[in-house]
């Protein structure tokens, strides 16, 4: 930053410019030739590993060193930790609240900016509006700022938010981002960044953050589009420099946004590096193009660099090294001279505003897979594209975990990546997302994800008064207010909640967009299982649920629910018993079950019941718990949480619990099932096993259904009895035994020693948790109801066939896993996993092989990991690229696992089982519970369950069955279709063989193949489907599509109506969809789900084609061709997009957009009832195409647009400069031009069209892509409509000069009024042919003629060639009024001699003018506001508070002060000054405290209570009073003889000035006391009073008092109030001392411009007084405006006589000594001393100064010149006299005695005179 010393540089020799090549105008502190790389490159670590150059180190120049910047070596984002205070950005403002601020920064980051941060004037107003209790309109944040908002700010400061991460703190400051700007180097074209300070009657004070450079910005210079109304003081303003006047002292802005925008920072307007801002167009040449961006060269020869983020994406390619683009800078580093430019668009274009939010809608939180890497920037982070080809960047940190060490290569090397998007940044208009699987995984990731009703769980925080702050995450916290923390209000919370503590909530409501949570703790709610009251619409007459009081009325109680649905419960429906005092019987925060009687959703009103309620609980209870324990249902997944599902039972919708550990019997399987089960889904065969008050829990374990089914299950208690065995799982495991719950909600107890047959010494490793077990009752408790049980296998009784089954049971569930995963997944892989069974081959490739295992690939399973362990691939030579045959152990569709045996013995031919013969077995693979065996030398593999009891344990890793490990077994059955035709075998080794009950014989229902013929009965018909159920008592379905001939179809009928529930249907299978099943299967047989066939009915396909082909959904969609015609059937309406989804086929839809649905506007409104569900329409294909599925279909006989015809559209957006902005059907977009809205224009074109409005418009043409439309009726319906007042024009030809034509005002510039006649013809008026009236400026013209005002106008002629037409608004031609009112009061334009005449008189006024212009600005008051003072014990008395420049006044010692204090000759008046809270000018002993007054009255005030009782003193208490009395009454009389001791109080003052009343030292301390205390109004007052009292022959007296008054007001009182003293005092006393005293006063408090005028009245007024133009040159040097001084000089050498000149200059050269520019004092004392060489006084005083100022060599040469002068003999001794004392003091022995030969010299020199 140039320093105070550049600008005012003092004394010395100029310096010398170094050789430069490139000739700019530039301010001195860039040094061309130095480098700032070292820096750069402390900044970016690691940066330069790409360019192993070793940088040079930067030259240290003259001055400050200031360097210009060098390239950086790597482009790389900027991250937050090279974010320093002071760097300068460019940021978009992304939400506003009412105290901040969030900014969007560029690379991603977000600052925020404080309501503090915005200007001084601004934070003033705002402690104003604290301080006073009158609220006036303050412009609030979100008035200053809108989302989207681009401006200039300033990193204030780095903070460390609570969870340790950096936030920073900006600041749009005028005075901290315009801080490297000075008054001298502003110029004309600068676009600034300012707040309006305050508001003037003509325009606004912009606060540009410059000292001593006041900006103004003229109301008509504001022609932002963006705010219209008037700005208000605080208001952010961008504008441009227009004019710069008195060396920057005064500026004119003008703000005009698409100038401000096209602005061009060139190098004539003084931009370098020091300061440069953001934002700032500037045309810049590619330097250097990488892969991670662009350098660039600007501004001639400064460096900036590009990111990668902020090249345009369209145009990467035309990036190349030496081509030209135009940049905004976007950030500035001042330290490290580190410059970010921006290439992209958005930031080019006119306008302040990016789109705060991304085109595709909100997706932050989305969690997005299938993300493919495109590239890779190692310093940055990487770039992604997502599915739907939008790119988003991960930053480096986000590519890994955050404790994870960087592995760039192994992400980039990924082809696909799943992402969540963390946020959309808007300065570099991409979204930002995270790899990190920690992220991807949060449940809640933002206050979107949350919804009212979610039970959540969540970490204490913190208490306050209002409630607790929970933090559910690291982002979400939400607030349980004080009433929710209990079901009760709780006295003392900290109690019961500790911070850290974990607690489950419910949400109340939540509100994303402001971040606000709301929970409630009551238990009765967090564990409601009643429906839930979201919304008005839930709330249906006759449901229940739990709601609580939130305000007791004498009418009834106001009771909420979630999301702030509220009803009244009136008196009457309280309680059976009545009810005459609410507030008695009830208390807020009570929560209750409540009944809906009536709800309005419409009118959010809704009467509710206790009453009911109450009554209704047993009832409700018994609906709500309708299913019974052992029946079969069906549920549907509503929840999945971490310990199972939360369902609800259908058809009722009652809510359940399945908890996991019931999903099977097989531990290992229930996972599995829980992973693959998604919310939606349909769960068939599950049971009721307990139901309760709070909820009712189901299983799906096989094994207990069974049991209950069967009834083998103890109801209650009372039917338990000992030895009954009963079919449970283990509940809790404790160190004594395990707990093993039953159905019905039974419990017992088995000890350690009944657990098994084996010793045990740790219960733990015995059973698992959940898992299914057999158990015995031994004992029984009657009385405290416990019972004992025992789970030994000796003991216990295994039902017939349990292992088979169970074994058969596992598997189906294992495979049901496998489909679900395959239909869900949609992928190809999946579904091919699906397929594979055991025992199959493969062919494979080998991809690795090593010592310990292989892997392998296949054609068919790409992407799936294939491999063999060591032991399958034992004597088998592999080498990678190899083929080999293998055979499937074990598919894991989950993780797409494929484990493989290439054993010889396995992969041989198969040999054929016959039942009962034994086999030796070996153990081939373990799986969870089963293992797969394999039978000697058959090559037969089969699957056997690993425990051969539901008991079994194993106690050490030996007893499990381990891989090849040898068994003997039996076949039951060679090919049992339930193991997919492996063999069901019996196995030894614990458990005897046993043979298969009948009911394991049996197989389930067959599937269907594609083309099957079946027959059944129709079930159920809808609109656009039929439910047939079949032969064998399975399901199909019939689609709309497949009843009826599609030539048959007519439009608007329903084929599904033609069929009759019940009737008999012959159908053929054309495919199957996976379903919940509806029919239930024996116990042995559980299958989630199983395939629907698919039907047709259509006779054509049963009779002709037994060669009936498949055909995928693909070749389906490609079949249709764009605007063919189809039959489809209406399938819904969504009523969120307005869109109508049809269908062609089962498995196609298709979608019709509103406009290619109606012809009408009218429609609009109700689409939905144009047409039924399952209706036939016919409909024209818009577009196709297959993936991503699209099928767009017009129903309005049209599927393009065509030239000349008439479309329905819809009004996106108004734009006075263009008109409408249209969205037509099938993706169509147009424009509207103001001239084609009507064919008789109207004044305000545009008034009744808004947003969303649908019409009908009339196509003109395409061009780049966007329709031409016309509103106009005479082209709509051309037959029915008038004659056009205002014809169209399309070409130039039709116009003929002198023809009267309207049109509208496109804009108004300096060439003149251009006029829109058509949408191609723009016609031009000249000014001087706009208006009769003379106008100075186009501006004049704008304010009345705004975009769209309808003008008349006469072509005055036509260029036909350039298609120019001219054109007059002038009344004469067009014979309507003149454009500009008459009220303006503007001269008339004057033509020939008159002109001439005028043009001479002007040229005489000007000069007059200028100089009456000066003043005028000088007077101009400035408006001062104080806030009020505030009192301090401690402290002197007084505590102001001022701007900080003023602050400096309340010290004691004025001296010390920073404000130059202003030497005063003799003749001044003295002035005074009291050392209190108050400045004057006369040092006093300071005051005492005014607390020491307080403690001395308050003391008094005790005595006189003490007094006050009658009491009986005794006789040495009376002397001792005595004794006080006499030694208080000495002390009085030595205090008031003492004249050193200050008075205390009003009283004590008083009594002295009866005494002097002539002493203004007595009336100021007098008015001091009253300031001590605040008490302005009487300190004013006693000065009033002095005024009056002090003799008028005491002038000098008189004055100080005026003096003090003046001082007074200036501090406490108002502009207005001050004024008015000061006219009194120039009254009453001599008016120079007074003006003198206020400027003074005025230079004192920095008011510089007060100050400035009121010496340009002084030298006026008293233009004779020498002392009044040295007082102003004083305050000019003293301000730094050495050039003003001089100019002051010349004009009071004209002013003064001239026998004064020779003493002002030296005076002013004095001062120029003294403050301003030494060298420039010298020249003027040399001037002068030539022309008045015998002026010896003068030399003696310019020795003087120059012994101070000047150097050794200089004042040696000085004391020469002086002491050769032509005058007396004794000045000149004089002179040596003071040589020889400067050489005793600064000079060396040889240097006195040179003195004294000079003087020797001149005496003989005179001797010799005297003797000639």
Same mark, same amino acid.
């Given at each position: 930053?140039?320093?105070?010393?550049?600008?005012?540089?003092?004394?010395?020799?100029?310096?010398?410019?170094?050789?430069?090549?490139?000739?700019?105008?530039?301010?001195?502190?860039?040094?061309?030739?130095?480098?700032?790389?070292?820096?750069?490159?402390?900044?970016?670590?690691?940066?330069?590993?790409?360019?192993?150059?070793?940088?040079?180190?930067?030259?240290?120049?003259?001055?400050?060193?200031?360097?210009?910047?060098?390239?950086?070596?790597?482009?790389?984002?900027?991250?937050?930790?090279?974010?320093?205070?002071?760097?300068?950005?460019?940021? $978009?403002?992304?939400?506003?609240?009412?105290?901040?601020?969030?900014?969007?920064?560029?690379?991603?980051?977000?600052?925020?900016?404080?309501?503090?941060?915005?200007?001084?004037?601004?934070?003033?107003?705002?402690?104003?509006?604290?301080?006073?209790?009158?609220?006036?309109?303050?412009?609030?944040?979100?008035?200053?700022?809108?989302?989207?908002?681009?401006?200039?700010?300033?990193?204030?400061?780095?903070?460390?938010?609570?969870?340790?991460?950096?936030?920073?703190?900006?600041?749009?400051?005028?005075?901290?981002?315009?801080?490297?700007?000075?008054?001298?180097?502003?110029?004309?074209?600068?676009?600034?960044?300012?707040?309006?300070?305050?508001?003037?009657?003509?325009?606004?004070?912009?606060?540009?953050?410059?000292?001593?450079?006041?900006?103004?910005?003229?109301?008509?210079?504001?022609?932002?589009?963006?705010?219209?109304?008037?700005?208000?003081?605080?208001?952010?303003?961008?504008?441009?420099?227009?004019?710069?006047?008195?060396?920057?002292?005064?500026?004119?802005? /003008?703000?005009?946004?698409?100038?401000?925008?096209?602005?061009?920072?060139?190098?004539?307007?003084?931009?370098?590096?020091?300061?440069?801002?953001?934002?700032?167009?500037?045309?810049?040449?590619?330097?250097?193009?990488?892969?991670?961006?662009?350098?660039?060269?600007?501004?001639?020869?400064?460096?900036?660099?590009?990111?990668? @983020?902020?090249?345009?994406?369209?145009?990467?390619?035309?990036?190349?090294?030496?081509?030209?683009?135009?940049?905004?800078?976007?950030?500035?580093?001042?330290?490290?001279?580190?410059?970010?430019?921006?290439?992209?668009?958005?930031?080019?274009?006119?306008?302040?505003?990016?789109?705060?939010?991304?085109?595709?809608?909100?997706?932050?939180?989305?969690? *997005?897979?299938?993300?493919?890497?495109?590239?890779?920037?190692?310093?940055?982070?990487?770039?992604?594209?997502?599915?739907?080809?939008?790119?988003?960047?991960?930053?480096?940190?986000?590519?890994?975990?955050?404790?994870?060490?960087?592995?760039?290569?192994?992400?980039?090397?990924?082809?696909?990546?799943? $992402?969540?998007?963390?946020?959309? /940044?808007?300065?570099?208009?991409?979204?930002?997302?995270?790899?990190?699987?920690?992220?991807?995984?949060?449940?809640?990731?933002?206050? +979107?994800?949350?919804?009212?009703?979610?039970? *959540?769980?969540?970490?204490?925080?913190?208490?306050?008064?209002?409630?607790?702050?929970?933090?559910?995450?690291?982002?979400?916290?939400?607030?349980?207010?004080?009433?929710?923390?209990?079901?009760?209000?709780?006295?003392?919370?900290?109690?019961?909640?500790?911070?850290?503590?974990?607690?489950?909530?419910?949400?109340?409501?939540?509100?994303?967009?402001?971040?606000?949570?709301?929970?409630?703790?009551?238990?009765?709610?967090?564990?409601?299982?009643?429906?839930?009251?979201?919304?008005?619409?839930?709330?249906?007459?006759?449901?229940?649920? +739990?709601?609580?009081?939130?305000?007791?009325?004498?009418?009834?109680?106001?009771?909420?629910?979630?999301?702030?649905?509220?009803?009244?419960?009136?008196?009457?429906?309280?309680?059976?018993?009545?009810?005459?005092?609410?507030?008695?019987?009830?208390?807020?925060?009570?929560?209750?079950?409540?009944?809906? %009687?009536?709800?309005?959703?419409?009118?959010?009103?809704?009467?509710?019941?206790?009453?009911?309620?109450?009554?209704?609980?047993?009832?409700?209870?018994?609906?709500?718990?309708?299913?019974?324990?052992?029946?079969?249902?069906?549920?549907?997944?509503?929840?999945?949480?971490? !310990?199972? =599902?939360?369902?609800?039972?259908?058809?009722?919708?009652?809510?359940?619990?399945?908890?996991?550990?019931?999903?099977?019997?097989?531990?290992?399987?229930?996972?599995?099932?829980?992973?693959?089960?998604?919310?939606?889904?349909?769960?068939?065969?599950?049971?009721?096993?307990?139901?309760?008050?709070?909820?009712?829990?189901?299983?799906?374990?096989?094994?207990?259904?069974?049991?209950?089914?069967?009834?083998?299950?103890?109801?209650?208690?009372?039917?338990?009895?000992?030895?009954?065995?009963?079919?449970?799982?283990?509940?809790?495991?404790?160190?004594?035994?395990?707990?093993?719950?039953?159905?019905?909600?039974?419990?017992?107890?088995?000890?350690?020693?009944?657990?098994?047959?084996?010793?045990?010494?740790?219960?733990?490793?015995?059973?698992?948790?959940?898992?299914?077990?057999?158990?015995?009752?031994?004992?029984?408790?009657?009385?405290?109801?416990?019972?004992?049980?025992?789970?030994?296998?000796?003991?216990?009784?295994?039902?017939?066939?349990?292992?088979?089954?169970?074994?058969?049971?596992?598997?189906?569930?294992?495979?049901? *896993?496998?489909?679900?995963?395959?239909?869900?997944?949609?992928?190809?892989?999946?579904?091919?996993?699906?397929?594979?069974?055991?025992?199959?081959?493969?062919?494979?490739?080998?991809?690795?092989?090593?010592?310990?295992?292989?892997?392998?690939?296949?054609?068919?399973?790409?992407?799936?990991?294939?491999?063999?362990?060591?032991?399958?691939?034992?004597?088998? !030579?592999?080498?990678?690229?190899?083929?080999?045959?293998?055979?499937?152990?074990?598919?894991?569709?989950?993780?797409?696992?494929?484990?493989?045996?290439?054993?010889?013995?396995?992969?041989?031919?198969?040999?054929?089982?016959?039942?009962?013969?034994?086999?030796?077995?070996?153990?081939?693979?373990?799986?969870?519970? #089963?293992?797969?065996?394999?039978?000697?030398?058959?090559?037969? %593999?089969?699957?056997?369950?690993?425990? /051969?009891?539901? !008991?079994?344990?194993?106690?050490?890793?030996?007893?499990?069955?381990?891989?090849?490990?040898?068994?003997?077994?039996?076949?039951?059955?060679?090919?049992?279709?339930?193991?997919?035709?492996?063999?069901?075998?019996?196995?030894?080794?614990?458990?005897?063989?046993?043979?298969?009950?009948?009911?394991?014989?049996?197989?389930?229902?067959?599937?269907?193949?594609?083309?099957?013929?079946?027959?059944?009965?129709?079930?159920?018909?809808?609109?656009?489907?039929?439910?047939?159920? @079949?032969?064998?008592?399975?399901?199909?379905?019939?689609?709309?599509?497949?009843?009826?001939?599609?030539?048959?179809?007519?439009?608007?009928?329903?084929?599904?109506?033609?069929?009759?529930?019940?009737?008999?249907?012959?159908?053929?299978?054309?495919?199957?969809?996976?379903?919940?099943?509806?029919?239930?299967?024996?116990?042995?047989?559980?299958?989630?789900?199983?395939?629907?066939?698919?039907?047709?009915?259509?006779?054509?396909?049963?009779?002709?084609?037994?060669?009936?082909?498949?055909?995928?959904?693909?070749?389906?969609?490609?079949?249709?061709?764009?605007?063919?015609?189809?039959? $489809?059937?209406?399938?819904?309406?969504?009523?969120?997009?307005?869109?109508?989804?049809?269908?062609?086929?089962?498995?196609?839809?298709?979608?019709?957009?509103?406009?290619?649905?109606?012809?009408?506007?009218?429609?609009?409104?109700?689409?939905?009832?144009?047409?039924?569900?399952?209706?036939?329409?016919?409909?024209?294909?818009?577009?196709?195409?297959?993936?991503?599925?699209?099928?767009?279909?017009?129903?309005?006989?049209?599927?393009?647009?065509?030239?000349?015809?008439?479309?329905?559209?819809?009004?996106?957006?108004?734009?006075?400069?263009?008109?409408?902005?249209?969205?037509?059907? #099938?993706?169509?977009?147009?424009?509207?031009?103001?001239?084609?809205?009507?064919?008789?224009?109207?004044?305000?074109?545009?008034?009744?069209?808004?947003?969303?409005?649908?019409?009908?418009?009339?196509?003109?043409?395409?061009?780049?892509?966007?329709?031409?439309?016309?509103?106009?009726?005479?082209?709509?319906?051309?037959?029915?409509?008038?004659?056009?007042?205002?014809?169209?024009?399309?070409?130039?030809?039709?116009?003929?000069?002198?023809?009267?034509?309207?049109?509208?005002?496109?804009?108004?510039?300096?060439?003149?009024?251009?006029?829109?006649?058509?949408?191609?013809?723009?016609?031009?008026?000249?000014?001087?042919?706009?208006?009769?009236?003379?106008?100075?400026?186009?501006?004049?013209?704008?304010?009345?003629?705004?975009?769209?005002?309808?003008? &008349?106008?006469?072509?005055?002629?036509?260029?036909?060639?350039?298609?120019?037409?001219?054109?007059?608004?002038?009344?004469?031609?067009?014979?309507?009024?003149?454009?500009?009112?008459?009220?303006?009061?503007?001269?008339?334009?004057?033509?020939?001699?008159?002109?001439?005449?005028?043009?001479?008189?002007?040229?005489?006024?000007?000069?007059?003018?200028?100089?009456?212009?000066?003043?005028?600005?000088?007077?101009?008051?400035?408006?001062?506001?104080?806030?009020?003072?505030?009192?301090?014990?401690?402290?002197?008395?007084?505590?102001?508070?001022?701007?900080?420049?003023?602050?400096?006044?309340?010290?004691?010692?004025?001296?010390?002060?920073?404000?130059?204090?202003?030497?005063?000759?003799?003749?001044?008046?003295?002035? =005074?000054?009291?050392?209190?809270?108050?400045?004057?000018?006369?040092?006093?002993?300071?005051?005492?405290?005014? &607390?020491?007054?307080?403690?001395?009255?308050?003391?008094?005030?005790?005595?006189?209570?003490?007094?006050?009782?009658?009491?009986?003193?005794?006789?040495?208490?009376?002397?001792?009073?005595?004794?006080?009395?006499?030694?208080?009454?000495?002390?009085?009389?030595?205090?008031?003889?003492?004249?050193?001791?200050?008075?205390?109080?009003?009283?004590?003052?008083?009594?002295?000035?009866?005494?002097?009343?002539?002493?203004?030292?007595?009336?100021?301390?007098?008015?001091?006391?009253?300031?001590?205390?605040?008490?302005?109004?009487?300190?004013?007052?006693?000065?009033?009073?002095?005024?009056?009292?002090?003799? #008028?022959?005491?002038?000098?007296?008189?004055?100080?008092?005026?003096?003090?008054?003046?001082?007074?007001?200036?501090?406490?009182?108002?502009?207005?109030? @001050?004024?008015?003293?000061?006219?009194?005092?120039?009254?009453?006393?001599?008016?120079?001392?007074?003006?003198?005293?206020?400027?003074?006063?005025?230079?004192?408090?920095?008011?510089?411009?007060?100050?400035?005028?009121?010496?340009?009245?002084?030298?006026?007024?008293?233009?004779?007084?020498?002392?009044?133009?040295?007082?102003?040159?004083?305050? @000019?040097?003293?301000?730094?405006?050495?050039?003003?001084?001089?100019?002051?000089?010349?004009?009071?050498?004209?002013?003064?006589?001239?026998?004064?000149?020779?003493?002002?200059?030296?005076?002013?050269?004095?001062?120029?000594?003294?403050?301003?520019?030494?060298?420039?004092?010298?020249?003027?004392?040399?001037?002068?001393?030539?022309?008045?060489?015998?002026?010896?006084?003068?030399?003696?005083?310019?020795?003087?100064?120059?012994?101070?100022?000047?150097?050794?060599?200089?004042?040696?040469?000085?004391?020469?010149?002086?002491?050769?002068?032509?005058?007396?003999?004794?000045?000149?001794?004089?002179?040596?006299?003071?040589?020889?004392?400067?050489?005793?003091?600064?000079?060396?022995?040889?240097?006195?005695?040179?003195?004294?030969?000079?003087?020797?010299?001149?005496?003989?020199?005179?001797?010799?005179?005297?003797?000639?």
């Amino acid at each position: 930053m140039a320093s105070v010393e550049e600008d005012f540089p003092r004394g010395g020799t100029a310096k010398k410019p170094t050789e430069s090549k490139i000739v700019v105008q530039r301010t001195e502190v860039d040094n061309l030739f130095q480098s700032n790389e070292k820096a750069e490159t402390k900044k970016r670590k690691g940066a330069v590993k790409d360019d192993g150059k070793k940088l040079k180190k930067p030259k240290t120049g003259k001055g400050d060193g200031l360097t210009l910047n060098a390239a950086a070596k790597c482009v790389e984002i900027l991250h937050i930790k090279n974010v320093k205070e002071g760097i300068l950005m460019l940021g $978009c403002v992304k939400e506003v609240t009412d105290f901040e601020v969030t900014v969007s920064l560029p690379c991603g980051m977000q600052g925020y900016l404080s309501i503090r941060n915005i200007c001084d004037s601004y934070t003033k107003l705002l402690s104003e509006q604290l301080e006073s209790a009158d609220t006036e309109e303050i412009c609030s944040l979100p008035q200053i700022f809108y989302p989207g908002m681009v401006f200039r700010c300033v990193v204030a400061k780095l903070d460390i938010a609570r969870g340790g991460s950096l936030s920073i703190q900006l600041s749009i400051n005028p005075k901290l981002i315009n801080k490297a700007l000075t008054s001298t180097t502003l110029k004309a074209g600068m676009v600034l960044s300012g707040c309006v300070e305050s508001v003037e009657d003509h325009g606004y004070i912009v606060d540009i953050g410059i000292n001593g450079t006041k900006a103004f910005l003229h109301k008509k210079a504001v022609k932002d589009k963006q705010s219209p109304e008037d700005l208000s003081m605080g208001q952010y303003v961008t504008s441009q420099v227009e004019e710069v006047k008195n060396d920057g002292r005064v500026v004119r802005l /003008s703000v005009s946004p698409p100038a401000v925008a096209q602005a061009c920072a060139e190098s004539e307007h003084g931009w370098n590096l020091t300061n440069l801002l953001p934002g700032l167009l500037v045309k810049a040449t590619i330097k250097k193009v990488t892969k991670h961006g662009l350098i660039l060269d600007f501004l001639s020869s400064f460096s900036g660099q590009v990111d990668f @983020l902020h090249m345009e994406p369209g145009q990467t390619s035309s990036y190349t090294e030496g081509a030209e683009v135009r940049a905004c800078v976007l950030y500035v580093e001042p330290s490290t001279r580190l410059v970010g430019l921006s290439l992209r668009s958005y930031l080019l274009q006119p306008g302040t505003r990016v789109d705060p939010s991304p085109a595709g809608g909100d997706r932050i939180g989305e969690v *997005v897979q299938n993300c493919k890497m495109t590239t890779m920037h190692h310093m940055s982070g990487a770039m992604l594209e997502l599915p739907d080809k939008t790119l988003a960047f991960v930053h480096r940190n986000h590519l890994k975990e955050s404790n994870e060490p960087a592995n760039e290569n192994r992400v980039l090397a990924m082809t696909e990546h799943t $992402c969540r998007i963390l946020d959309f /940044s808007a300065m570099d208009q991409v979204h930002f997302a995270s790899l990190r699987k920690s992220v991807i995984d949060k449940r809640f990731y933002r206050y +979107h994800d949350l919804q009212a009703g979610h039970v *959540v769980e969540g970490t204490v925080a913190v208490l306050l008064n209002h409630g607790m702050v929970v933090h559910l995450s690291d982002h979400i916290k939400g607030l349980v207010p004080r009433t929710h923390l209990s079901d009760i209000l709780l006295k003392n919370p900290e109690k019961k909640y500790i911070e850290g503590m974990k607690i489950k909530c419910r949400v109340l409501s939540v509100d994303a967009e402001n971040k606000k949570l709301y929970l409630t703790r009551k238990k009765a709610l967090v564990e409601s299982s009643l429906p839930l009251f979201l919304s008005y619409a839930d709330a249906r007459p006759g449901c229940v649920s +739990h709601g609580y009081i939130v305000c007791i009325k004498d009418f009834g109680c106001i009771v909420r629910f979630y999301n702030n649905v509220k009803g009244l419960v009136p008196l009457s429906e309280l309680s059976s018993e009545p009810v005459i005092n609410p507030e008695e019987v009830f208390y807020v925060g009570q929560v209750f079950k409540a009944k809906v %009687l009536q709800c309005d959703p419409d009118k959010a009103k809704m009467l509710l019941s206790f009453k009911a309620a109450a009554g209704d609980t047993e009832e409700a209870a018994t609906a709500q718990f309708d299913c019974e324990v052992g029946k079969r249902l069906e549920a549907k997944v509503l929840k999945k949480s971490v !310990n199972g =599902l939360e369902v609800a039972v259908l058809p009722d919708e009652v809510r359940a619990v399945l908890p996991t550990t019931h999903l099977s019997d097989h531990i290992s399987n229930c996972p599995l099932l829980w992973e693959s089960l998604q919310e939606g889904d349909v769960i068939s065969n599950v049971m009721c096993f307990n139901k309760n008050k709070q909820n009712i829990t189901l299983t799906k374990k096989p094994t207990v259904r069974w049991s209950l089914e069967e009834g083998v299950v103890a109801k209650d208690f009372s039917e338990i009895t000992v030895g009954m065995q009963l079919i449970g799982w283990i509940k809790n495991i404790m160190s004594y035994g395990v707990f093993v719950e039953f159905p019905y909600g039974l419990v017992g107890l088995a000890p350690k020693s009944a657990m098994t047959d084996k010793f045990i010494s740790d219960t733990i490793a015995v059973f698992q948790s959940g898992q299914t077990v057999l158990a015995k009752v031994t004992n029984l408790d009657e009385e405290k109801r416990r019972f004992l049980v025992t789970l030994k296998m000796s003991e216990v009784i295994s039902p017939e066939g349990d292992v088979q089954t169970r074994l058969i049971n596992g598997l189906k569930e294992r495979k049901s *896993v496998a489909e679900m995963v395959a239909v869900r997944e949609n992928g190809d892989l999946r579904q091919q996993l699906a397929a594979l069974s055991v025992g199959q081959k493969l062919k494979l490739t080998v991809d690795t092989a090593k010592d310990c295992a292989a892997t392998f690939k296949s054609d068919d399973l790409a992407g799936a990991t294939i491999l063999a362990t060591k032991h399958h691939v034992m004597g088998v !030579n592999l080498t990678p690229g190899q083929k080999a045959t293998a055979v499937i152990l074990r598919v894991d569709v989950l993780s797409s696992c494929v484990h493989v045996s290439l054993l010889p013995k396995l992969v041989a031919k198969k040999k054929s089982l016959a039942e009962g013969t034994k086999y030796t077995a070996m153990v081939q693979h373990i799986d969870g519970d #089963f293992a797969i065996i394999s039978l000697e030398d058959t090559a037969q %593999l089969t699957v056997i369950q690993i425990s /051969s009891h539901l !008991n079994e344990t194993f106690l050490s890793e030996s007893e499990k069955l381990k891989a090849g490990m040898c068994l003997a077994v039996e076949v039951i059955e060679p090919s049992c279709q339930e193991l997919q035709g492996l063999s069901l075998v019996s196995w030894q080794r614990t458990a005897p063989n046993r043979q298969r009950t009948t009911s394991e014989n049996q197989t389930s229902s067959k599937g269907y193949c594609f083309g099957d013929i079946v027959r059944g009965k129709v079930r159920t018909v809808k609109p656009t489907s039929l439910q047939v159920t @079949l032969e064998d008592g399975s399901t199909g379905s019939v689609h709309v599509s497949e009843v009826v001939e599609g030539a048959d179809v007519c439009q608007g009928s329903f084929p599904t109506a033609s069929v009759k529930v019940g009737s008999t249907v012959t159908a053929r299978v054309i495919g199957g969809r996976e379903a919940s099943s509806h029919r239930y299967l024996p116990f042995s047989h559980p299958k989630f789900t199983y395939t629907i066939p698919e039907l047709t009915l259509i006779p054509s396909k049963l009779d002709k084609c037994p060669d009936l082909k498949a055909v995928t959904v693909k070749e389906k969609i490609n079949r249709y061709k764009v605007g063919e015609e189809v039959t $489809c059937f209406v399938s819904k309406f969504n009523p969120v997009r307005k869109i109508l989804e049809v269908t062609t086929d089962p498995c196609v839809t298709g979608t019709v957009e509103l406009l290619a649905m109606i012809t009408d506007p009218k429609e609009a409104s109700h689409p939905e009832k144009l047409y039924k569900l399952g209706q036939a329409v016919h409909a024209k294909v818009v577009e196709v195409i297959s993936k991503p599925q699209r099928f767009m279909l017009s129903l309005t006989g049209v599927h393009k647009l065509e030239k000349y015809s008439v479309a329905l559209g819809m009004v996106t957006n108004i734009q006075p400069q263009v008109g409408l902005l249209v969205k037509l059907p #099938f993706g169509g977009m147009g424009t509207v031009d103001v001239t084609d809205l009507a064919d008789a224009y109207r004044p305000n074109p545009l008034d009744g069209y808004s947003k969303d409005k649908l019409l009908r418009f009339f196509l003109f043409g395409e061009e780049k892509g966007k329709w031409h439309l016309s509103l106009r009726p005479s082209r709509l319906n051309p037959q029915q409509a008038k004659p056009a007042k205002d014809p169209e024009v399309l070409s130039v030809d039709q116009l003929k000069a002198g023809q009267i034509i309207r049109g509208y005002v496109k804009s108004v510039g300096e060439q003149g009024v251009f006029i829109r006649l058509s949408r191609s013809i723009t016609g031009r008026a000249q000014l001087q042919q706009s208006t009769k009236y003379f106008v100075n400026h186009h501006k004049v013209l704008s304010e009345r003629l705004t975009p769209n005002t309808l003008l &008349s106008t006469k072509i005055l002629s036509i260029d036909k060639e350039e298609e120019l037409v001219h054109l007059s608004l002038l009344p004469e031609d067009t014979g309507k009024p003149d454009v500009l009112p008459e009220s303006l009061g503007l001269p008339l334009r004057l033509f020939g001699e008159e002109k001439k005449e005028h043009d001479t008189k002007k040229k005489m006024k000007r000069a007059a003018s200028e100089s009456e212009q000066k003043q005028k600005e000088s007077q101009v008051p400035k408006k001062k506001k104080t806030k009020k003072a505030k009192t301090d014990d401690s402290d002197s008395g007084v505590e102001v508070y001022f701007r900080e420049e003023e602050d400096k006044e309340v010290e004691e010692e004025p001296t010390s002060n920073s404000v130059k204090q202003v030497t005063h000759s003799s003749a001044d008046p003295c002035r =005074l000054q009291v050392a209190t809270g108050f400045s004057w000018d006369v040092g006093l002993s300071s005051l005492k405290p005014a &607390s020491a007054a307080q403690e001395g009255d308050s003391s008094d005030g005790e005595d006189q209570d003490g007094s006050s009782k009658p009491q009986k003193k005794s006789r040495h208490e009376l002397e001792q009073e005595k004794k006080a009395a006499e030694k208080a009454l000495v002390q009085r009389e030595t205090e008031l003889m003492d004249p050193s001791l200050r008075p205390q109080d009003a009283a004590a003052f008083e009594r002295l000035l009866l005494a002097s009343p002539n002493s203004s030292l007595l009336w100021l301390q007098y008015m001091a006391h009253h300031l001590q205390a605040t008490q302005i109004e009487q300190a004013r007052a006693v000065a009033e009073r002095a005024i009056k009292t002090i003799s #008028f022959r005491e002038e000098q007296e008189k004055l100080n008092v005026w003096v003090a008054l003046l001082n007074l007001e200036n501090m406490y009182g108002t502009e207005e109030s @001050l004024k008015k003293v000061f006219e009194r005092a120039l009254q009453f006393c001599e008016p120079m001392p007074v003006y003198q005293q206020l400027a003074d006063i005025y230079a004192k408090s920095d008011k510089t411009k007060e100050a400035e005028g009121l010496y340009k009245t002084m030298v006026k007024r008293f233009r004779q007084n020498k002392a009044v133009w040295l007082s102003y040159g004083t305050f @000019l040097l003293q301000q730094g405006q050495s050039d003003t001084a001089s100019a002051l000089l010349q004009r009071a050498l004209k002013s003064l006589p001239s026998k004064e000149s020779v003493d002002v200059i030296a005076k002013f050269a004095q001062l120029e000594f003294r403050y301003g520019d030494s060298e420039k004092g010298r020249t003027m004392f040399d001037k002068v001393l030539t022309s008045y060489p015998k002026r010896t006084d003068l030399w003696s005083v310019f020795i003087d100064l120059m012994v101070k100022h000047g150097s050794q060599k200089e004042v040696r040469a000085l004391f020469d010149r002086v002491i050769h002068l032509s005058v007396s003999v004794k000045k000149i001794k004089f002179f040596f006299k003071r040589y020889l004392e400067y050489e005793k003091k600064h000079g060396t022995p040889q240097s006195i005695q040179a003195v004294k030969e000079k003087a020797m010299e001149f005496v003989e020199a005179k001797g010799t005179e005297a003797a000639n």
